[in-house]
């Protein structure tokens, strides 16, 4: 049995309805200049990977899309 939070996370909670919660890591700090290289050079297109921009009061629309890979979803960006 889990009773509090940790770090302010309600971990009982979390348990209680039986969340997965994977995460991961890629590395990201070893490529950023060479990928910055090619998006300056126009070698990458960020409109290839961008399909979606969207306000961020439409989060939950992204969030769904993308999730669900709706309408050639592939990456969103929210504006504010």
Do not use: W
Request: one cysteine or more.
């Amino acid at each position: 049995m889990y009773v509090g939070t940790y770090d302010n996370f309600p971990i009982g909670q979390f348990f209680d309805k039986g969340i997965i919660l994977k995460g991961g890591q890629a590395p990201a700090h070893k490529y950023i200049d060479q990928l910055m290289k090619y998006v300056s050079e126009g070698k990458v297109k960020l409109d290839d990977i961008i399909t979606h921009r969207l306000p961020l009061s439409e989060v939950e629309h992204a969030y769904h899309i993308f999730r669900n890979k709706e309408e050639d979803c592939v990456k969103v960006v929210l504006k504010p």
